[in-house]
DNA sequence: CAGTGGTCTAGACCACCCT
DNA sequence: GGGTGGTCTAGACCACTGG
Protein backbone atom coordinates (compact mmCIF):
# COMPACT_ATOMS: atom_id res chain seq x y z
CA UNK A 1 0.00 0.00 0.00
CA UNK A 2 3.08 2.19 0.47
CA UNK A 3 3.53 4.92 -2.79
CA UNK A 4 6.39 4.05 -3.91
CA UNK A 5 8.71 7.36 -4.38
CA UNK A 6 10.18 5.84 -7.89
CA UNK A 7 8.87 5.28 -10.82
CA UNK A 8 12.04 5.72 -11.85
CA UNK A 9 14.98 3.42 -12.76
CA UNK A 10 17.27 2.13 -10.51
CA UNK A 11 20.55 3.14 -11.84
CA UNK A 12 18.94 6.82 -12.21
CA UNK A 13 18.05 6.50 -8.36
CA UNK A 14 21.61 5.62 -7.82
CA UNK A 15 22.64 8.16 -9.52
CA UNK A 16 20.67 11.22 -7.32
CA UNK A 17 21.47 9.57 -4.37
CA UNK A 18 25.01 10.02 -5.09
CA UNK A 19 24.80 13.64 -6.58
CA UNK A 20 22.89 14.86 -3.43
CA UNK A 21 25.78 13.20 -1.34
CA UNK A 22 28.49 15.42 -3.28
CA UNK A 23 26.11 18.54 -3.49
CA UNK A 24 25.33 18.20 0.57
CA UNK A 25 29.07 18.01 0.87
CA UNK A 26 28.90 14.45 2.68
CA UNK A 27 31.03 13.69 -0.58
CA UNK A 28 33.59 16.19 -1.01
CA UNK A 29 35.88 16.72 -4.39
CA UNK A 30 38.88 14.10 -4.14
CA UNK A 31 36.82 11.48 -1.99
CA UNK A 32 36.87 7.70 -3.48
CA UNK A 33 33.21 6.90 -4.01
CA UNK A 34 32.45 2.98 -2.74
CA UNK A 35 33.43 0.20 -4.81
CA UNK A 36 30.95 -0.87 -7.73
CA UNK A 37 30.79 -4.18 -5.73
CA UNK A 38 29.95 -2.63 -2.31
CA UNK A 39 27.25 -0.23 -4.18
CA UNK A 40 26.03 -3.06 -5.93
CA UNK A 41 26.10 -5.15 -2.28
CA UNK A 42 24.59 -1.89 -0.69
CA UNK A 43 21.82 -1.50 -2.74
CA UNK A 44 20.88 -4.86 -3.64
CA UNK A 45 21.26 -4.79 -7.48
CA UNK A 46 23.85 -6.14 -10.24
CA UNK A 47 27.41 -4.92 -10.86
CA UNK A 48 26.40 -3.66 -14.46
CA UNK A 49 23.53 -1.50 -12.90
CA UNK A 50 25.71 0.31 -10.85
CA UNK A 51 27.76 1.14 -13.28
CA UNK A 52 25.12 2.73 -15.12
CA UNK A 53 24.30 4.95 -12.65
CA UNK A 54 28.01 6.10 -12.19
CA UNK A 55 28.28 6.16 -16.07
CA UNK A 56 25.87 8.78 -15.34
CA UNK A 57 27.05 10.71 -13.27
CA UNK A 58 31.16 10.60 -15.15
CA UNK A 59 29.00 11.79 -18.11
CA UNK A 60 27.71 14.83 -16.32
CA UNK A 61 30.99 15.42 -14.88
CA UNK A 62 30.60 14.52 -11.12
CA UNK A 63 32.80 11.57 -10.84
CA UNK A 64 35.71 10.52 -12.79
CA UNK A 65 36.56 6.55 -13.07
CA UNK A 66 39.78 5.77 -13.34
CA UNK A 67 40.77 2.13 -13.52
CA UNK A 68 42.10 0.35 -11.00
CA UNK A 69 41.87 2.81 -8.79
CA UNK A 70 38.46 4.00 -8.29
CA UNK A 71 35.99 6.33 -9.10
CA UNK A 72 36.35 9.96 -7.15
CA UNK A 73 34.17 13.09 -6.99
CA UNK A 74 36.12 15.65 -9.15
CA UNK A 75 35.43 19.49 -8.73
CA UNK A 76 33.81 19.94 -11.55
CA UNK A 77 35.58 22.48 -14.00
CA UNK A 78 34.16 26.03 -14.35
CA UNK A 79 36.11 26.80 -17.46
CA UNK A 80 34.12 25.19 -19.67
CA UNK A 81 31.05 27.14 -20.25
CA UNK A 82 27.84 26.32 -22.52
CA UNK A 83 26.87 29.34 -25.08
CA UNK A 84 23.83 28.92 -26.41
CA UNK A 85 24.11 31.41 -29.81
CA UNK A 86 21.46 31.58 -32.45
CA UNK A 87 19.16 34.15 -33.84
CA UNK A 88 16.08 33.36 -31.86
CA UNK A 89 17.98 33.42 -28.95
CA UNK A 90 20.02 37.15 -29.89
CA UNK A 91 16.15 38.65 -30.80
CA UNK A 92 14.37 37.10 -28.20
CA UNK A 93 11.73 34.19 -28.66
CA UNK A 94 8.91 37.30 -29.87
CA UNK A 95 8.26 37.49 -33.03
CA UNK A 96 8.76 40.80 -33.11
CA UNK A 97 11.41 40.39 -34.86
CA UNK A 98 12.49 42.36 -38.26
CA UNK A 99 15.02 40.81 -40.77
CA UNK A 100 15.73 43.29 -43.50
CA UNK A 101 18.01 41.95 -46.63
CA UNK A 102 20.42 44.77 -47.89
CA UNK A 103 22.27 43.35 -50.02
CA UNK A 104 22.31 39.97 -52.24
CA UNK A 105 25.38 39.72 -54.68
CA UNK A 106 27.72 37.03 -55.89
CA UNK A 107 30.97 38.66 -55.60
CA UNK A 108 34.44 37.53 -56.34
CA UNK A 109 36.73 36.48 -53.38
CA UNK A 110 38.80 39.25 -52.12
CA UNK A 111 42.11 38.66 -50.07
CA UNK A 112 40.15 38.19 -46.80
CA UNK A 113 37.32 36.09 -48.11
CA UNK A 114 39.80 33.66 -49.77
CA UNK A 115 41.67 33.25 -47.00
CA UNK A 116 38.87 32.53 -44.41
CA UNK A 117 36.95 30.31 -47.03
CA UNK A 118 39.89 29.03 -48.42
CA UNK A 119 39.19 29.26 -51.64
CA UNK A 120 40.88 30.70 -54.64
CA UNK A 121 41.04 34.35 -54.98
CA UNK A 122 37.88 35.44 -57.21
CA UNK A 123 36.22 32.56 -57.01
CA UNK A 124 32.20 33.15 -56.87
CA UNK A 125 31.12 33.85 -53.54
CA UNK A 126 27.45 34.22 -52.25
CA UNK A 127 27.64 37.34 -50.12
CA UNK A 128 24.14 38.44 -48.45
CA UNK A 129 23.78 41.57 -45.99
CA UNK A 130 21.11 41.79 -43.28
CA UNK A 131 19.82 43.95 -40.53
CA UNK A 132 18.58 42.21 -37.47
CA UNK A 133 15.86 44.28 -35.31
CA UNK A 134 14.12 43.89 -32.31
CA UNK A 135 10.52 46.19 -31.51
CA UNK A 136 12.96 48.76 -30.01
CA UNK A 137 15.26 49.26 -33.20
CA UNK A 138 17.66 47.65 -35.14
CA UNK A 139 20.16 44.94 -33.27
CA UNK A 140 22.79 43.81 -35.22
CA UNK A 141 24.51 43.78 -38.82
CA UNK A 142 25.14 40.56 -40.68
CA UNK A 143 27.47 39.71 -43.39
CA UNK A 144 27.61 36.20 -44.74
CA UNK A 145 29.69 34.65 -47.30
CA UNK A 146 29.53 31.41 -48.98
CA UNK A 147 31.00 29.85 -51.86
CA UNK A 148 28.30 30.07 -54.59
CA UNK A 149 27.02 26.75 -56.12
CA UNK A 150 25.58 27.52 -59.16
CA UNK A 151 22.02 25.73 -59.71
CA UNK A 152 21.32 25.47 -56.35
CA UNK A 153 18.81 28.46 -56.09
CA UNK A 154 17.81 29.89 -52.53
CA UNK A 155 14.58 31.77 -52.08
CA UNK A 156 14.80 34.88 -50.37
CA UNK A 157 12.46 33.87 -47.47
CA UNK A 158 15.19 31.50 -46.67
CA UNK A 159 18.03 33.29 -47.36
CA UNK A 160 17.00 36.17 -44.80
CA UNK A 161 15.36 34.19 -42.18
CA UNK A 162 17.38 30.90 -42.46
CA UNK A 163 19.86 30.64 -39.30
CA UNK A 164 23.24 30.40 -41.20
CA UNK A 165 24.98 26.65 -39.89
CA UNK A 166 20.94 25.92 -41.90
CA UNK A 167 21.58 28.14 -44.84
CA UNK A 168 24.68 27.25 -45.37
CA UNK A 169 23.85 22.91 -45.43
CA UNK A 170 21.62 23.34 -47.77
CA UNK A 171 23.46 25.49 -50.05
CA UNK A 172 26.16 23.37 -49.93
CA UNK A 173 24.36 19.95 -49.81
CA UNK A 174 26.99 19.02 -47.08
CA UNK A 175 25.78 17.47 -43.73
CA UNK A 176 26.84 18.46 -40.57
CA UNK A 177 29.42 20.31 -39.47
CA UNK A 178 31.65 22.45 -36.62
CA UNK A 179 30.78 26.08 -35.74
CA UNK A 180 33.53 28.07 -34.81
CA UNK A 181 32.76 31.57 -33.26
CA UNK A 182 34.99 34.41 -32.52
CA UNK A 183 34.33 36.97 -30.18
CA UNK A 184 35.44 40.46 -30.31
CA UNK A 185 34.98 44.30 -29.90
CA UNK A 186 34.99 47.12 -31.48
CA UNK A 187 33.74 50.55 -32.71
CA UNK A 188 31.04 51.29 -34.98
CA UNK A 189 32.20 53.24 -38.23
CA UNK A 190 29.93 55.57 -39.99
CA UNK A 191 28.43 52.83 -42.02
CA UNK A 192 27.37 50.69 -39.68
CA UNK A 193 26.35 52.86 -37.32
CA UNK A 194 23.82 54.39 -39.77
CA UNK A 195 22.90 50.69 -40.06
CA UNK A 196 22.05 50.45 -37.09
CA UNK A 197 20.22 53.61 -36.37
CA UNK A 198 22.71 55.02 -33.73
CA UNK A 199 26.02 57.30 -33.50
CA UNK A 200 29.60 56.21 -34.73
CA UNK A 201 31.83 55.06 -32.04
CA UNK A 202 29.78 53.20 -30.24
CA UNK A 203 30.81 49.64 -29.08
CA UNK A 204 29.41 46.94 -30.49
CA UNK A 205 29.85 42.85 -30.00
CA UNK A 206 31.62 41.38 -33.50
CA UNK A 207 31.08 37.81 -33.59
CA UNK A 208 32.52 36.38 -36.62
CA UNK A 209 30.91 32.45 -37.23
CA UNK A 210 33.08 29.90 -39.26
CA UNK A 211 31.01 26.89 -40.27
CA UNK A 212 33.34 23.57 -41.66
CA UNK A 213 32.85 20.40 -42.72
CA UNK A 214 33.46 16.80 -41.10
CA UNK A 215 36.91 17.62 -42.01
CA UNK A 216 37.55 21.19 -41.16
CA UNK A 217 36.42 22.42 -44.97
CA UNK A 218 35.18 25.75 -44.29
CA UNK A 219 32.10 26.35 -45.77
CA UNK A 220 30.41 29.39 -44.29
CA UNK A 221 31.87 32.57 -42.72
CA UNK A 222 29.46 35.01 -41.08
CA UNK A 223 30.36 38.63 -39.00
CA UNK A 224 27.94 39.87 -37.29
CA UNK A 225 28.47 43.44 -35.80
CA UNK A 226 25.97 43.58 -32.35
CA UNK A 227 25.11 47.09 -31.03
CA UNK A 228 26.22 46.62 -27.15
CA UNK A 229 23.52 48.57 -25.64
CA UNK A 230 21.38 46.00 -26.47
CA UNK A 231 22.82 42.76 -26.95
CA UNK A 232 25.10 40.72 -24.42
CA UNK A 233 26.19 37.00 -24.85
CA UNK A 234 25.55 34.74 -22.01
CA UNK A 235 27.58 31.45 -21.08
CA UNK A 236 26.91 28.94 -18.22
CA UNK A 237 28.91 26.23 -16.83
CA UNK A 238 28.31 22.94 -17.77
CA UNK A 239 25.01 21.47 -17.81
CA UNK A 240 24.59 20.52 -14.12
CA UNK B 1 49.01 -14.20 -37.31
CA UNK B 2 46.75 -11.41 -38.69
CA UNK B 3 47.33 -7.95 -36.76
CA UNK B 4 43.88 -7.56 -35.51
CA UNK B 5 42.76 -4.02 -36.41
CA UNK B 6 41.12 -3.83 -32.68
CA UNK B 7 42.74 -3.60 -29.42
CA UNK B 8 39.30 -1.51 -28.36
CA UNK B 9 36.33 -2.75 -27.56
CA UNK B 10 33.23 -3.71 -29.40
CA UNK B 11 31.12 -1.48 -28.73
CA UNK B 12 33.02 1.40 -29.30
CA UNK B 13 34.23 0.31 -32.97
CA UNK B 14 30.49 -0.28 -33.59
CA UNK B 15 30.23 3.40 -32.65
CA UNK B 16 33.10 4.37 -34.81
CA UNK B 17 31.39 2.39 -37.51
CA UNK B 18 28.14 3.77 -37.54
CA UNK B 19 29.84 7.27 -37.00
CA UNK B 20 31.54 6.85 -40.37
CA UNK B 21 28.42 6.16 -42.29
CA UNK B 22 26.99 9.12 -41.13
CA UNK B 23 29.89 11.39 -41.65
CA UNK B 24 30.61 10.33 -45.32
CA UNK B 25 26.75 10.51 -45.60
CA UNK B 26 26.12 6.59 -46.23
CA UNK B 27 23.47 7.55 -43.00
CA UNK B 28 21.63 10.91 -43.87
CA UNK B 29 20.42 13.19 -40.77
CA UNK B 30 16.49 11.52 -40.00
CA UNK B 31 17.77 8.11 -41.40
CA UNK B 32 16.78 5.21 -38.70
CA UNK B 33 19.58 2.76 -37.94
CA UNK B 34 18.90 -0.60 -38.02
CA UNK B 35 17.42 -2.12 -34.72
CA UNK B 36 19.44 -2.96 -31.79
CA UNK B 37 18.57 -6.58 -32.62
CA UNK B 38 19.50 -6.20 -36.14
CA UNK B 39 22.74 -4.76 -34.97
CA UNK B 40 23.22 -7.44 -32.22
CA UNK B 41 22.80 -10.16 -35.35
CA UNK B 42 24.82 -8.64 -37.74
CA UNK B 43 27.80 -7.05 -35.41
CA UNK B 44 27.67 -11.00 -33.54
CA UNK B 45 27.34 -8.95 -30.59
CA UNK B 46 24.49 -8.93 -27.64
CA UNK B 47 21.90 -6.57 -27.55
CA UNK B 48 23.68 -4.77 -24.31
CA UNK B 49 26.57 -4.09 -25.85
CA UNK B 50 24.81 -2.94 -29.07
CA UNK B 51 23.11 -0.41 -26.70
CA UNK B 52 26.63 0.24 -25.00
CA UNK B 53 27.88 1.92 -28.59
CA UNK B 54 24.35 3.81 -29.83
CA UNK B 55 24.44 5.19 -26.09
CA UNK B 56 27.93 6.49 -26.86
CA UNK B 57 26.60 7.87 -30.08
CA UNK B 58 23.48 9.52 -28.09
CA UNK B 59 25.86 11.39 -26.03
CA UNK B 60 28.11 12.82 -28.69
CA UNK B 61 25.14 14.06 -30.17
CA UNK B 62 24.82 11.81 -33.53
CA UNK B 63 21.95 10.11 -32.47
CA UNK B 64 18.59 9.99 -30.95
CA UNK B 65 16.89 7.57 -29.38
CA UNK B 66 13.22 6.99 -28.98
CA UNK B 67 11.30 4.40 -27.28
CA UNK B 68 9.10 2.12 -29.57
CA UNK B 69 10.18 3.89 -32.36
CA UNK B 70 14.03 3.81 -33.48
CA UNK B 71 17.13 5.57 -33.01
CA UNK B 72 17.37 8.43 -35.52
CA UNK B 73 20.41 10.30 -36.58
CA UNK B 74 20.32 13.43 -35.91
CA UNK B 75 21.61 17.10 -37.48
CA UNK B 76 23.32 18.20 -34.69
CA UNK B 77 22.84 21.25 -32.94
CA UNK B 78 25.17 24.27 -34.05
CA UNK B 79 23.81 26.70 -31.84
CA UNK B 80 25.17 24.98 -28.62
CA UNK B 81 28.92 25.66 -28.74
CA UNK B 82 31.38 25.31 -26.09
CA UNK B 83 33.54 28.21 -24.79
CA UNK B 84 36.51 27.54 -22.49
CA UNK B 85 37.29 30.52 -20.32
CA UNK B 86 40.00 30.84 -18.40
CA UNK B 87 43.20 33.12 -17.28
CA UNK B 88 45.70 30.79 -18.94
CA UNK B 89 43.84 30.55 -21.72
CA UNK B 90 43.58 34.30 -22.24
CA UNK B 91 46.70 35.25 -21.38
CA UNK B 92 48.58 31.89 -23.18
CA UNK B 93 50.05 28.65 -21.92
CA UNK B 94 53.19 30.35 -21.29
CA UNK B 95 54.72 31.51 -18.29
CA UNK B 96 55.17 35.18 -19.53
CA UNK B 97 52.21 36.28 -17.70
CA UNK B 98 52.17 39.63 -15.85
CA UNK B 99 49.73 39.63 -12.61
CA UNK B 100 49.57 43.19 -10.85
CA UNK B 101 47.95 43.47 -7.44
CA UNK B 102 46.77 47.12 -7.44
CA UNK B 103 43.64 46.98 -4.76
CA UNK B 104 43.29 44.73 -1.82
CA UNK B 105 40.32 46.40 0.24
CA UNK B 106 37.66 45.27 1.88
CA UNK B 107 34.45 47.73 1.37
CA UNK B 108 30.32 48.18 2.00
CA UNK B 109 28.50 46.76 -0.56
CA UNK B 110 27.09 49.67 -2.57
CA UNK B 111 23.99 49.48 -4.65
CA UNK B 112 24.87 47.36 -7.23
CA UNK B 113 27.57 45.00 -5.52
CA UNK B 114 24.89 43.89 -3.24
CA UNK B 115 22.01 43.11 -6.29
CA UNK B 116 24.51 41.38 -8.04
CA UNK B 117 25.99 39.76 -4.88
CA UNK B 118 22.26 39.54 -3.00
CA UNK B 119 23.48 40.87 0.02
CA UNK B 120 22.39 43.56 2.27
CA UNK B 121 23.85 46.99 1.42
CA UNK B 122 26.73 48.08 3.58
CA UNK B 123 27.92 44.20 3.91
CA UNK B 124 31.88 43.83 4.19
CA UNK B 125 32.82 42.82 0.77
CA UNK B 126 36.15 41.59 -0.51
CA UNK B 127 37.48 43.73 -2.89
CA UNK B 128 40.42 43.18 -5.68
CA UNK B 129 41.85 44.78 -8.68
CA UNK B 130 44.19 43.43 -11.02
CA UNK B 131 46.21 44.21 -14.03
CA UNK B 132 46.87 41.07 -16.12
CA UNK B 133 49.88 41.08 -19.13
CA UNK B 134 51.26 39.05 -21.55
CA UNK B 135 54.71 39.67 -22.69
CA UNK B 136 53.72 42.66 -25.57
CA UNK B 137 51.37 44.35 -22.65
CA UNK B 138 48.63 44.68 -20.21
CA UNK B 139 45.55 42.77 -21.93
CA UNK B 140 42.91 43.04 -19.28
CA UNK B 141 41.56 44.66 -15.64
CA UNK B 142 39.67 42.75 -13.68
CA UNK B 143 37.92 43.45 -10.75
CA UNK B 144 36.65 40.45 -8.01
CA UNK B 145 33.86 40.95 -5.53
CA UNK B 146 33.19 38.42 -2.78
CA UNK B 147 31.72 38.34 0.45
CA UNK B 148 34.33 39.08 3.43
CA UNK B 149 34.43 36.23 5.92
CA UNK B 150 36.60 36.73 8.85
CA UNK B 151 39.01 34.33 9.83
CA UNK B 152 39.86 33.27 6.65
CA UNK B 153 42.97 34.84 5.50
CA UNK B 154 44.15 34.49 1.86
CA UNK B 155 47.63 34.59 0.87
CA UNK B 156 48.43 37.84 -1.81
CA UNK B 157 50.14 35.16 -3.88
CA UNK B 158 46.43 33.13 -4.10
CA UNK B 159 44.89 36.31 -4.00
CA UNK B 160 46.72 37.66 -7.40
CA UNK B 161 46.90 34.21 -9.34
CA UNK B 162 43.82 31.77 -8.05
CA UNK B 163 41.49 31.37 -10.67
CA UNK B 164 37.89 33.58 -9.60
CA UNK B 165 36.37 29.92 -9.37
CA UNK B 166 38.82 28.41 -7.18
CA UNK B 167 39.29 31.63 -5.31
CA UNK B 168 36.12 31.93 -4.83
CA UNK B 169 35.51 28.46 -3.49
CA UNK B 170 38.36 28.81 -1.14
CA UNK B 171 37.52 31.97 0.77
CA UNK B 172 33.71 30.88 1.51
CA UNK B 173 34.67 26.95 1.90
CA UNK B 174 31.49 26.37 0.13
CA UNK B 175 31.58 24.06 -3.31
CA UNK B 176 31.22 26.40 -5.64
CA UNK B 177 29.23 24.55 -8.71
CA UNK B 178 27.78 26.91 -11.47
CA UNK B 179 29.59 29.62 -12.98
CA UNK B 180 27.43 32.54 -15.63
CA UNK B 181 29.47 34.36 -17.80
CA UNK B 182 28.28 37.53 -19.57
CA UNK B 183 30.47 39.29 -22.56
CA UNK B 184 29.52 42.54 -23.58
CA UNK B 185 31.72 45.23 -25.12
CA UNK B 186 32.54 48.67 -24.14
CA UNK B 187 34.90 51.84 -24.49
CA UNK B 188 37.64 52.47 -22.70
CA UNK B 189 37.47 55.20 -19.92
CA UNK B 190 40.36 57.23 -18.86
CA UNK B 191 40.88 55.19 -16.04
CA UNK B 192 41.14 52.18 -17.44
CA UNK B 193 42.69 53.28 -20.78
CA UNK B 194 45.79 54.15 -18.54
CA UNK B 195 46.22 51.38 -16.54
CA UNK B 196 45.67 49.43 -19.85
CA UNK B 197 48.11 51.23 -21.52
CA UNK B 198 46.40 52.20 -24.30
CA UNK B 199 44.05 55.12 -25.43
CA UNK B 200 40.97 56.70 -24.31
CA UNK B 201 37.95 55.00 -26.44
CA UNK B 202 39.65 52.09 -27.52
CA UNK B 203 37.07 49.24 -27.83
CA UNK B 204 36.72 46.47 -25.03
CA UNK B 205 35.17 43.23 -24.13
CA UNK B 206 33.69 43.10 -20.79
CA UNK B 207 33.07 40.13 -19.02
CA UNK B 208 31.32 39.64 -16.58
CA UNK B 209 31.23 36.32 -14.47
CA UNK B 210 29.05 35.41 -11.47
CA UNK B 211 29.76 32.18 -9.10
CA UNK B 212 27.16 30.40 -7.62
CA UNK B 213 26.17 27.74 -5.01
CA UNK B 214 24.30 24.90 -6.37
CA UNK B 215 21.75 26.04 -4.88
CA UNK B 216 21.70 29.74 -7.06
CA UNK B 217 23.34 31.77 -4.35
CA UNK B 218 25.47 33.90 -5.66
CA UNK B 219 29.20 34.17 -4.01
CA UNK B 220 31.42 36.09 -6.37
CA UNK B 221 31.20 38.80 -8.88
CA UNK B 222 34.25 39.36 -10.97
CA UNK B 223 33.91 41.91 -14.20
CA UNK B 224 36.74 41.73 -16.35
CA UNK B 225 37.59 44.71 -19.06
CA UNK B 226 40.01 43.11 -22.00
CA UNK B 227 41.61 45.03 -24.70
CA UNK B 228 39.78 43.98 -27.66
CA UNK B 229 43.09 44.13 -29.99
CA UNK B 230 44.64 41.90 -27.28
CA UNK B 231 42.44 39.23 -26.51
CA UNK B 232 38.95 37.62 -28.54
CA UNK B 233 36.89 35.15 -26.62
CA UNK B 234 36.50 31.86 -29.13
CA UNK B 235 34.07 28.79 -28.84
CA UNK B 236 33.15 25.76 -31.26
CA UNK B 237 30.18 23.61 -31.42
CA UNK B 238 30.28 20.58 -29.66
CA UNK B 239 33.06 18.00 -28.73
CA UNK B 240 32.78 15.81 -32.33
C1' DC C 1 -0.34 -7.48 -32.16
C1' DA C 2 4.83 -7.37 -33.40
C1' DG C 3 8.71 -4.39 -33.22
C1' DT C 4 11.23 -0.98 -31.01
C1' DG C 5 14.29 0.88 -27.24
C1' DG C 6 15.15 0.62 -21.96
C1' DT C 7 16.16 -1.84 -17.71
C1' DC C 8 18.24 -5.47 -15.03
C1' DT C 9 20.51 -9.83 -13.77
C1' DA C 10 24.19 -13.20 -12.51
C1' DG C 11 28.14 -14.34 -13.74
C1' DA C 12 32.50 -14.48 -16.55
C1' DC C 13 36.63 -12.51 -17.86
C1' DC C 14 39.98 -8.73 -18.72
C1' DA C 15 43.07 -4.62 -17.72
C1' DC C 16 44.90 -2.00 -14.48
C1' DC C 17 46.92 -0.43 -9.91
C1' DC C 18 49.04 -1.15 -5.57
C1' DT C 19 51.72 -3.55 -2.25
C1' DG D 1 48.07 -11.07 -4.51
C1' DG D 2 43.45 -8.79 -3.97
C1' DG D 3 40.94 -4.84 -5.23
C1' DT D 4 39.45 -1.74 -8.61
C1' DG D 5 36.86 -0.37 -12.94
C1' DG D 6 35.66 -2.04 -17.92
C1' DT D 7 33.74 -5.29 -21.20
C1' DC D 8 30.52 -8.75 -22.68
C1' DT D 9 26.91 -12.34 -22.63
C1' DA D 10 22.33 -14.64 -22.94
C1' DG D 11 18.28 -14.04 -21.61
C1' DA D 12 14.27 -11.96 -19.11
C1' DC D 13 11.02 -8.50 -18.66
C1' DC D 14 9.03 -3.77 -19.23
C1' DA D 15 7.27 0.51 -21.78
C1' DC D 16 6.22 2.50 -25.69
C1' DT D 17 4.79 2.97 -30.73
C1' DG D 18 2.28 1.83 -34.58
C1' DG D 19 -0.73 -0.67 -37.59
Redesign the pocket.
Known amino acids: METRSSFL ?4 RLAEDIKNKIESGELKPGDM ?1 P ?4 LAKKY ?6 V ?2 G ?1 SLLVNEGYIE ?7 FVTNPPMDKLLLNFSEENLLGSNKKIQIKLLELNIVPADEKISRKLAVKKNAKILKMKRVLSRTEGPVALDSRFLPYVKGLPLLEKEIAYAAFPDLVASHTELFSVRNKLEVSASILSKEEAELLDTKVGMPALCIEQIIYTSKKRPIGWSKMICRADRFTLTAASHPL
Chains 1, 2 share one sequence.
Open positions: PVYYLSTAQGVSHMTRQVSIQGKGS
